[in-house]
């Protein structure tokens, strides 16, 4: 039984910690891409038009360019053209969402895509699923998860230890002392936006491939905001986003758990809304708590 809600958290976790680690890399820069919901509504559309017609593989990678395919409209307006970003991207999000429910209809007509979208079956690792109680959880997963402990370490060296990781560090914390050192801020917070839509998008493309077997409007259902209450639990550190994600991987199991336990004098509503009510009640929490970056969703003066 631990086993299996191990298991399972992990798997909801998944999509959680993609979009988030993207988007933590754009909050080091300075920018909140409230459109990382856009991103992701529209790589799950992606990966499942994709997926059908190529498979799985060429699900994720269109799901990942359809992500930052959204993420390069809000990069235009809110990065270059130094646009608010909240209402930008609230802009940008609301767009995707209605556009990707238009394509959906368009393609598959009334009647849907239904369960015949191609995804990832879990692929156990030898020897180390076998692990006592986290061996099957951590390790016999789809592939996309796998992808994601890479990422995770990846990011996490790639900002402490590199000097385009310390260059973005700069331009969140000071900008002007960036570009004086000759760092062009808009071109970092332009590829950082870049890759938090990207990771949305593979993040919708999980949603897709490696859970639901098929698309359904709006099933991003929030996870983009979600993705953004993360990114503040984890203090802005891949480590603590990939730990945060794994509480509201928990919390999506925890809501299945209870519906499955078919409590009728309980209104299904409340189940649905425990992933939501943890997101303000870890947002209240974490006020004060934790260190933003100095120019978070501050707009720039010049561009270099």
Same mark, same amino acid.
């Given at each position: 039984?631990?086993?299996? /809600?191990?298991?399972?958290?992990?798997?909801?976790?998944?999509? $959680?910690?993609?979009?988030?680690? %993207?988007?933590? *890399?754009?909050?080091?820069?300075? *920018?909140?891409?409230?459109?990382?919901? %856009?991103?992701?509504?529209?790589?799950? /559309?992606?990966?499942?038009?994709?997926? %059908?017609?190529?498979?799985?593989?060429?699900?994720? !990678?269109?799901?990942?360019?359809?992500?930052?395919?959204?993420? /390069?409209?809000?990069?235009?307006?809110?990065?270059? +053209?130094? @646009?608010?970003?909240?209402?930008? #991207?609230?802009?940008?999000?609301?767009?995707?969402?209605?556009?990707? %429910?238009?394509? &959906?209809?368009?393609?598959?007509?009334?009647?849907? *895509?239904?369960?015949?979208?191609?995804?990832?079956?879990?692929?156990?690792?030898?020897?180390?699923?076998?692990?006592?109680?986290?061996?099957? @959880?951590? $390790?016999? =997963?789809?592939?996309?998860?796998?992808?994601?402990? #890479?990422?995770?370490?990846?990011?996490?060296?790639?900002? @402490?230890?590199? =000097?385009?990781?310390?260059?973005?560090?700069?331009?969140?914390?000071?900008?002007?002392?960036?570009?004086?050192?000759?760092?062009?801020?808009?071109?970092?917070?332009?590829?950082?936006?870049?890759? @938090?839509?990207? +990771?949305? #998008?593979?993040?919708?493309?999980?949603?897709?491939?490696?859970?639901?077997?098929?698309?359904?409007?709006? +099933?991003?259902?929030?996870?983009?905001?979600?993705?953004?209450?993360?990114? *503040? /639990?984890?203090?802005?550190?891949?480590?603590?986003? !990939?730990?945060?994600?794994?509480?509201?991987? !928990?919390?999506?199991?925890?809501?299945?758990?209870? =519906?499955?336990?078919?409590?009728?004098?309980?209104?299904?509503?409340? $189940?649905?809304?425990?992933? &939501?009510?943890?997101?303000?009640?870890?947002?209240? !929490?974490?006020? #004060?708590?934790?260190?933003?970056?100095?120019?978070?969703?501050?707009?720039?003066?010049?561009?270099?």
């Amino acid at each position: 039984m631990i086993d299996a /809600l191990l298991e399972a958290t992990i798997r909801w976790a998944t999509p $959680f910690a993609l979009a988030a680690l %993207g988007e933590c *890399v754009s909050e080091r820069a300075g *920018v909140i891409n409230i459109g990382l919901e %856009g991103s992701i509504i529209a790589g799950a /559309l992606g990966a499942t038009v994709a997926a %059908g017609l190529f498979g799985p593989t060429a699900g994720f !990678a269109v799901g990942a360019v359809s992500g930052l395919a959204v993420a /390069l409209c809000f990069a235009l307006f809110a990065v270059v +053209m130094r @646009a608010d970003q909240i209402i930008t #991207g609230t802009a940008i999000t609301m767009f995707a969402l209605g556009l990707t %429910g238009t394509l &959906y209809r368009v393609i598959y007509g009334a009647s849907g *895509v239904s369960l015949t979208t191609p995804t990832t079956a879990a692929v156990a690792i030898p020897g180390l699923s076998a692990i006592p109680f986290v061996g099957r @959880a951590l $390790f016999a =997963q789809p592939p996309i998860t796998y992808v994601l402990y #890479g990422l995770i370490g990846l990011v996490a060296w790639w900002l @402490a230890r590199t =000097q385009s990781g310390l260059a973005l560090r700069a331009v969140g914390e000071r900008p002007e002392a960036a570009a004086a050192a000759g760092i062009s801020p808009v071109r970092v917070q332009f590829a950082a936006v870049l890759f @938090a839509g990207a +990771m949305a #998008g593979l993040a919708g493309g999980t949603l897709v491939l490696a859970q639901a077997g098929t698309f359904v409007e709006q +099933m991003s259902a929030g996870r983009g905001f979600i993705a953004i209450a993360i990114v *503040v /639990l984890g203090r802005w550190r891949p480590l603590g986003v !990939a730990a945060a994600s794994l509480l509201f991987g !928990a919390a999506y199991t925890v809501q299945n758990l209870f =519906q499955s336990l078919g409590l009728s004098e309980v209104p299904y509503n409340l $189940f649905l809304a425990v992933p &939501y009510v943890l997101t303000l009640v870890v947002l209240a !929490a974490a006020r #004060g708590a934790a260190s933003a970056p100095a120019s978070l969703g501050r707009r720039q003066i010049e561009s270099h």
